[in-house]
């Protein structure tokens, strides 16, 4: 559930998948407006991947220039993978902290 987190970057549209049926009109003759990212759009991982780094630097962290996926912070790192991620630290109380600013910064 890591891409729908954060709205699309331009305008994108899709079709009405097979066997949904509207109240009115032809299926063909409508389109659905996307407004969060998805899987399967060709920048849907660079996106995601941009709004991410955006909300980590906005908590504080800094994005390593040796390796982009490590985010130091004080003590506490966050490791990106893909859309995979794990935060550590040798303080229980700063993750809390930190999950808690991540909640209040939207």
């Known amino acids: 559930m890591a891409y729908p987190q954060d ?4 305008d994108v549209y899709m079709e009405i998948p097979a066997g949904y049926i509207l109240s009115s009109g032809v299926a063909k003759d409508f389109v659905l407006k996307i407004h969060k990212n998805i899987y399967g759009q060709k920048q849907a991982g660079r996106v995601w991947n941009n709004y ?3 909300k980590l630097k906005k908590i504080g962290f800094v994005q390593s220039r040796i390796n982009p996926c490590i ?3 004080e003590q506490t790192l966050y490791a990106l993978y893909t859309d995979n991620s794990f935060l550590a630290s040798p303080s229980e ?5 930190i999950m808690k600013t991540r909640e209040q910064s939207g």
Do not use: H, S, T
């Open 52 to 54: 991410l780094v955006a």
């Open 93 to 97: 109380k700063e993750i809390d902290k």
């Open 7 to 10: 709205p699309v970057d331009r």
């Open 71 to 73: 985010f130091p912070r």
